[in-house]
């Protein structure tokens, strides 16, 4: 195709939205020219289904509940006048609650401002929070966040380190809307230790974002914590950046959550529309479809060309591979169905793995993130008339048909500038076409079976270490190989994890377990000696 042709199609496929500031452009996508007159039927369906969730349906059967998440921007949307005031209330409490912080009527227990924010939370509960911030941040924000978002205990040594003496100024938000996850709970007590150490009462500093009556719903109260939010399970944690999950650390932070939200409903307002030519998320979920097959056969590639949106690709991989990666299909049927989801930001990969993805095996497809606006004022020209931002618009361009001229396909979404507003539309955007996405493909998007799969594993790995570690006490002096204390705790079947188990053990000071090394390693043995 030459470039005049391209520049046809160009135009034939450009999906602008000056309402929004969006450009979505799938002209670099090689669909045949009935393809959407062939999946017509199916994302019809998709824009029924889309409307049957909104207005309360049972949207995840597994669960048995509704998917309510579009209502968060949209109260008045929401199926009952419950769920409505449920929504703007927490809202007004969000915004009240940040605005007396900010003005010093909530202080820390020392009687000073609170300064910092540490946010307890896993999986989305911190992934969004965490792109908001990243993509937002300035330094003349009121308070500055931290993140614990695992159960690493290096890494919380780490941030508190980086929080050093802010400590005793510093909010700790603890998310789970359940109120049973474990990393999140052994976070909250990690943080609960160092701030009882160094003399200050938690309590005092901490705030509960979860579901109401959740178990750490009923501490945060029994302990009368400075605050509790509501989560509802209608919001999934993936799903739940414009919830109190990410508007409240948003909002403590000093963000325009109102622009966050604004952004977020406007999009979907346009993504409602049954005009397929102009619903920019259908188009997404149809490019998608056509480039995996409608079976996940190639990768997604997220290149955001912007250092503030350098955590989107990570919060993309969840949302998008948690949402489509099933087993099953709505029928039951085996399909393992899913779209591998990793990137980086431009233009950093020039120096990575374009390399590959231009000359390598064609396994994937790239998303092109492109911000028209470099910074705020007048840039430095680098070179004759040429900025640094343009450098960066030259390598997004030059990428862009370097992969074309080799069959790479390709989406460029376009946006004005970062703000709070165009954070909103790309969270909506791309919440929506996972849901198109899903009915496209029959899936349920908004269950997470393999999840809750690996936790139970997890909780049967503590269990044999429970035991394992129980009979060595019992056995006090006395030395035993993996292959021996799992047949004596009657879990000889279990000895590689109990092995596993017993590596980590002698590998810390905790559980006083000594190892006496052998070869091959797996004879070592190993005792109780605190």
């Known amino acids: 195709m030459n470039q005049q042709d391209q520049w046809e199609r160009y135009k034939k496929y450009l999906d602008f939205h000056p309402e929004i500031g969006l450009m979505v452009d799938i002209s670099r996508m090689a669909f045949s020219d009935d393809y959407f007159d062939l999946m017509e039927p199916r994302i019809q369906k998709a824009y029924r289904d889309m409307d049957a969730l909104e207005s309360g349906a049972i949207a995840n059967p597994d669960e048995k509940r509704m998917v309510g998440h579009?209502?968060?921007?949209?109260?008045?949307?929401?199926?009952?006048p419950q769920i409505s005031l449920d929504i703007k209330n927490t809202l007004c409490s969000v915004k009240n609650f940040a605005r007396d912080v900010h003005?010093?009527?909530?202080?820390?227990?020392?009687?000073?401002p609170f300064s910092c924010i540490l946010l307890i939370g896993m999986g989305g509960s911190a992934l969004g929070p965490q792109f908001v911030s990243g993509a937002l941040r300035t330094s003349k924000d009121p308070m500055v966040p931290y993140f614990f978002d695992n159960t690493d205990p290096d890494g919380m040594d780490q941030v508190l380190t980086e929080i050093g003496d802010g400590l005793s100024e510093t909010m700790t938000i603890v998310t789970s809307k359940s109120g049973n996850t474990i990393e999140t709970r052994n976070g909250m007590l990690e943080a609960k230790a160092i701030y009882e150490s160094k003399g200050f009462s938690f309590e005092k500093h901490a705030v509960m974002i979860t579901e109401s009556d959740s178990h750490f719903d009923r501490i945060a109260e029994k302990e009368n914590w400075l605050a509790r939010f509501a989560v509802w399970d209608w919001v999934g944690g993936r799903t739940s950046e414009t919830s109190a999950v990410g508007l409240l650390p948003a909002?403590?932070?000093?963000?325009?959550?109102?622009?966050?939200?604004?952004?977020?409903?406007?999009?979907?307002?346009?993504?409602?529309?049954?005009?397929?030519r102009t619903n920019p998320a259908a188009l997404l979920a149809l490019m998608w479809y056509h480039a995996t097959g409608g079976r996940g056969k190639k990768d997604m590639v997220i290149l955001p060309y912007k250092d503030r949106l350098q955590l989107f690709p990570k919060y993309l991989q969840q949302?998008?591979?948690?949402?489509?990666?099933?087993?099953?299909?709505?029928?039951g049927q085996i399909v393992n169905q899913g779209?591998?989801?990793?990137?980086?930001?431009?233009?950093?990969?020039?120096?990575?793995?374009?390399?590959?993805?231009?000359?390598?095996?064609?396994?994937?497809?790239?998303?092109?993130?492109?911000?028209l606006k470099d910074r705020q004022g007048v840039s430095l020209q680098v070179d004759p008339d040429v900025a640094s931002g343009d450098y960066l618009n030259g390598f997004?361009?030059?990428?862009?048909?370097?992969?074309?001229?080799?069959?790479?396909?390709?989406?460029?979404?376009?946006?004005?500038?970062?703000?709070?507003?165009?954070?909103?539309?790309?969270?909506?955007?791309?919440?929506?076409?996972?849901?198109?996405?899903?009915?496209?493909?029959?899936?349920?998007?908004?269950?997470?079976?393999?999840?809750?799969?690996?936790?139970?594993?997890?909780?049967?790995?503590?269990?044999?270490?429970?035991?394992?570690?129980?009979?060595?006490?019992?056995?006090?002096?006395?030395?035993?190989?993996?292959?021996?204390?799992?047949?004596?705790?009657?879990?000889?079947?279990?000895?590689?994890?109990?092995?596993?188990?017993?590596?980590?053990?002698?590998?810390?000071?905790?559980?006083?377990?000594?190892?006496?090394?052998?070869?091959?390693?797996?004879?070592?043995?190993?005792?109780?000696?605190?």
């Open 339 to 371: 779209i591998a989801v990793y990137g980086n930001k431009g233009s950093t990969d020039q120096h990575a793995y374009i390399q590959q993805l231009r000359d390598g095996v064609n396994n994937f497809f790239v998303t092109f993130i492109e911000v």
């Open 103 to 112: 003005r010093g009527e909530i202080v820390a227990s020392n009687g000073k």
């Open 70 to 80: 579009y209502w968060l921007r949209a109260p008045d949307l929401a199926p009952n």
């Open 319 to 331: 949302l998008v591979m948690e949402s489509l990666g099933k087993e099953k299909d709505l029928a």
């Open 396 to 530: 997004l361009q030059g990428t862009r048909r370097a992969l074309w001229e080799k069959g790479r396909e390709s989406i460029t979404i376009t946006i004005e500038r970062i703000d709070a507003r165009s954070l909103g539309v790309l969270i909506a955007l791309y919440e929506r076409a996972v849901g198109f996405y899903g009915s496209l493909t029959n899936l349920n998007p908004y269950n997470q079976p393999g999840v809750e799969a690996g936790k139970k594993a997890a909780a049967l790995v503590i269990q044999l270490q429970t035991e394992a570690l129980s009979f060595l006490r019992q056995e006090k002096g006395k030395s035993f190989t993996a292959e021996e204390i799992a047949s004596a705790i009657g879990l000889k079947e279990e000895v590689e994890t109990v092995f596993k188990i017993l590596e980590h053990a002698a590998a810390n000071v905790d559980h006083g377990i000594k190892k006496i090394s052998a070869t091959p390693l797996y004879h070592s043995k190993y005792r109780y000696a605190p």
């Open 251 to 276: 909002a403590l932070q000093g963000i325009e959550v109102d622009g966050l939200l604004e952004g977020a409903r406007l999009c979907d307002q346009v993504t409602r529309r049954k005009e397929t």
